[in-house]
């Protein structure tokens, strides 16, 4: 029943936004068919086609909702002029609701807030619980979001032509950093944080089925199936963080793994390479090695190479150095390194990577003092226990 | 059909720094952007405002009016002009917004009173 709550929700509530143009509206009236699915399936088993039975009821309960009140009143027309009672005929409008959820007129806290309470159906509280801040102020970023959809008239389609690829662009960088709030919290916010990065998972395989020819979609499904597939592996069993080199290559779970290579080829036969595509390949080399020494740095390189000439920051420049180290050495990885001490003084892994190729370089001192400055400028705990480890063991 | 008020960013001291011949260059492309948008119907109206250090503001104080040299609030950027638009949705508006030959710009939907 999860299962089918998951699937059908955004459905109930793209069509109904549609409809309707009406957020609010929409999510009450998908809340009354829920309801009232969990009432009656239990006892009358879950019906043959349970998006129309839902469709159906959330349809019902709309027009008893806007007879009831008089803020709704002029739409009672709407709906029952639209009728969306006809099974088998309903229309995916998820696509539509993703890009009006997903809109760069929206600040970013609310599009995540928005994609997962309308797409995904999480509730307010889940919401909440999953970025740790009050349920109060996730309903009112909520609240404001959607009034401004409504004022603002940010309209309710897919976006076409030149438009599109900055879009898709837009909520492929909505549903990243979802998956990273989830993935990255894992172990140091309990359970509860698996789940954000699940969701983003089945939010951007939703898209993948809605838009299969757009590469970077896909790129971005690899990337977080590689992730997932090594997630076992990455806390050690008093849940402290296990980095890749480090990590228990039998943990990582392998029919995943080759499931996500088909996906990588799938894109690849595009040949309209983007940065997530790249990333997902350097995943993939990661997720394919047998160990960290037989890892294929060459290509990892290379990848790196291709992701600077599409996008050349200095985050990438970090991550390409520790491939640079493994292909021609630590003094070259570092001199990299420290071209990069200006703009990324501030950035905990800048002085973590330094204080590896410090130590690999036998520079022990140097390696302390990057440390040092590397824990004191993160503030998430499992790397900080992670840093805090690596220096009580170089003190004993 | 929705309308959205195009706000310019502009500042006295970009105006300052311009010759003559460089204000006469700037605003080529400013005017056939106007003059387009205005032949389709587009733009509905729209001013261009002079300089910040000219506005005078009158402001409340315990309950008079007092007249005041300068804006509310003095700023490097300021709206240095305006332009009120008819079109469908606010996706349009951002592309009319992006077509704009000049420098930032603000889109604020008008309010219906109507609705």
């Known amino acids: 029943m999860a299962a089918v709550f998951h699937e059908e929700a955004g459905r109930l509530t793209a069509a ?27 006892r009358t088993g879950i019906p043959d086609n349970p998006g129309a039975w839902l469709m159906t009821t959330a ?26 009672t006809e099974a088998g005929s309903m229309p995916d409008e998820r696509l539509e609701l993703i890009f009006t959820c997903c809109h760069p007129a ?79 919290a894992t172990g140091s916010r309990g359970a509860m944080d698996r789940d954000l990065a699940a969701e983003a998972e089945w939010l951007t395989s939703l ?42 290559r039998a943990k990582w779970d392998r029919p995943a793994i080759d499931e996500t290579f088909l996906l990588v080829g799938r894109y690849l036969r595009m040949r309209n390479p983007g940065p997530y595509q790249l990333q997902a390949l350097i995943a993939g080399a990661h997720a394919d090695a047998k160990s960290w020494e037989t890892t294929r740095w060459p290509d990892i390189l290379r990848s790196y190479d291709a992701l600077l000439a599409l996008h050349d920051t200095p985050v990438v420049r970090l991550n390409r150095a520790i491939a640079l180290w493994h292909v021609e050495g630590p003094e070259a990885a570092l001199a990299e390194v420290d071209s990069l001490s200006r703009e990324l003084n501030a ?50 | 059909m929705p309308k959205y008020m ?26 056939k952007w106007w003059d387009d948008l205005s032949k389709t119907g587009v733009i509905k109206g729209g001013e261009e405002l002079g300089m910040q250090r000219k506005a005078t503001s009158v ?32 996706d349009k508006a951002i592309a009319i917004a992006k077509s704009w030959p000049g420098g930032d ?6 309010v219906d009173h109507g609705a």
Not at chain 1, 144 to 154: H, S
């Open chain 1, 16 to 42: 109904l936004v549609k409809r309707l143009g009406d957020f609010d509206l929409a999510e009450e009236c998908v809340q009354d068919a829920l309801v009232a699915a969990l009432e009656h399936w239990p």
């Open chain 2, 59 to 90: 402001k409340r104080v315990n309950g008079a009016m007092k007249v005041i040299d300068g804006p509310f609030i003095e700023s490097k950027e300021t709206v240095g002009g305006f332009a009120l638009i008819e079109v469908e949705d606010l």
């Open chain 1, 207 to 248: 898209l993948a089925r809605l838009m299969p020819d757009e590469p970077e979609v896909l790129g971005l499904l690899a990337l977080m199936r590689f992730n997932l597939a090594r997630a076992d592996a990455r806390f050690d069993a008093e849940g402290d963080l296990v980095l890749l080199r480090d990590q228990d």
């Open chain 1, 59 to 84: 349809h019902r309960k709309g027009i008893d909702r806007l007879r009831r009140e008089t803020r709704y009143r002029e739409k009672v027309a709407q709906l029952e002029e639209a009728p969306m």
């Open chain 2, 105 to 110: 710009v603000e889109v604020r939907p008008i």
């Open chain 2, 6 to 31: 195009l706000m310019f960013v502009g500042s006295d001291d970009w105006y300052d720094k311009q010759s003559k011949e460089e204000l006469d260059k700037a605003y080529q492309p400013i005017m």
């Open chain 1, 347 to 396: 950035y905990h892994l800048f002085h973590a990577t330094r204080g590896e190729l410090l130590r690999a370089l036998g520079r022990t001192a140097d390696a302390r003092a990057a440390d040092a400055r590397a824990l004191e400028l993160t503030e998430n705990p499992a790397e900080r226990a992670l840093l805090e480890k690596r220096l009580a063991r170089r003190s004993r």
């Open chain 1, 106 to 184: 929206l600040a970013r806290e609310a599009q995540l807030a928005l994609t997962l309470r309308s797409v995904a159906g999480l509730t307010t509280a889940e919401i909440a619980r999953a970025f740790l801040q009050t349920e109060a102020t996730v309903a009112q970023r909520l609240v404001r979001a959607k009034r401004k959809i409504v004022d603002a008239k940010i309209p309710f389609r897919v976006p076409e032509g030149h438009e599109l690829p900055d879009r898709v662009g837009e909520v492929l960088a909505v549903l990243y950093l979802m998956f990273n709030e989830g993935y990255l």
